[in-house]
């Protein structure tokens, strides 16, 4: 008995019988509809070959400017513009402060000239005086080749988007010079706004001695050694003081019957031993214990009694920015203040502390 396979129906017409199915959309067609199905593909593939061919010729076409590229252009014409400013005004601004510093440096060279003639003429000094001035000397070239007045940092100017770096004159804080790096974007959570608000606890350390005294323990500890009225030992911090809140804790170790001098002085500049006096000193600064102050060099009598002793502790704060300086007695919590008068005791400054027995020992801590 013979069997019928059923056959599939062409995908466009109904009536017809399909006789073959195409490989890539899986529909059947008969003859007359699989050839106009070729047909259409081939049509599409024209079209494909056609976009082809365009894409090819455009990208050999010059590439039109993108409106990106003029924002960067303004942004780069707004920033020469603005640098050219500033670097003339800048010019003038960094020549004034070399000026400045020079003749503080002139008036210190003449300062020392006259001590150096007189105590050359009357044959009186001792090797003491002549290590320190020495000392001022060495001081007063690294700060003639080098002015410790002016400083340079790097900031970002968030608003602008340009890394600036900037020249400060140190005592007021004036700007000198701007110039811009590529363009950034920072956080600003974080960032100070008020510099004044930063206190710095300073890695200091003792340094230049007149007198006779030993440095121990990585030049934290000084001790006296002898204690006569020309060994006395004055003993200078080895940082610089120009901008900025600053802090410095001492440790009485050991303490004689004789009161203790914490103050600064002008870098560039030691104590005197002439006259035996601190009152030739003007850009002296401190106090004797906590009773008596010395402002310019000269000593403030007050009625308070000795309060420092053995196993004190003290912070001196250098406060660049308010002009002042401060002794807080940690024991007592007793605090004294005084004013800095620039033009007596300039910028940079430097610690001073004076011994005056024997034995006496004075920490730095850290």
Known sequence: MATTTAKKPCAKCSNGSAVTTCDGCQQSFCTRHFVEHRHELSQQMNNISQEHVLIR??????????????????WERESINKIQAAAETARADLRHLLDRTKNDLNLSVEKLTTELNSCQQSDDFTENDLK???????????????????????EDDIESSIRLIRVYDKQQKQQVIQRPFTPVIRPVENRIH???????????????????????????????????????????????????????????????DLRLLFGIIRSLEN???????????N?????????????????????YRNIMTTGDELTLTLDCDSKQIQLQHHRTKRLAQVIIDLNKCPFPWKIV??????????????
């Open 57 to 74: 010729r455009d990208l050999s076409k010059e590439t039109p400017k993108h409106p990106f590229f003029n924002r960067i252009d303004t």
């Open 194 to 256: 008020n510099i004044k608000d930063l206190i710095c606890i300073n890695n200091e350390k003792f340094g230049e001695i007149d007198g006779k005294a030993n440095l121990s323990e990585d030049k934290l500890v000084v001790t006296c050694c002898l204690a006569s009225i020309l060994t006395q030992p004055i003993v200078y911090g080895t940082n610089r003081y120009s901008t900025g809140k600053h802090q410095v804790r001492f440790r009485i170790e050991k303490m004689g």
């Open 283 to 303: 850009s002296l600064y401190g106090w004797w214990d906590l009773n008596e102050a010395i402002i310019n060099g000269k000593v403030q009598t007050t009625k």
């Open 353 to 366: 502390i004076r011994l005056q027995s024997a034995g006496d020992c004075v920490r730095i801590l850290q």
């Open 271 to 281: 104590i005197s031993r002439s006259g035996q006096s601190q009152n030739n000193n």
């Open 132 to 154: 320190r001035w020495t000392e001022q000397l060495k001081e007063l070239r690294k700060n003639l080749e080098i002015p410790s007045a002016i400083s340079i940092v790097n």
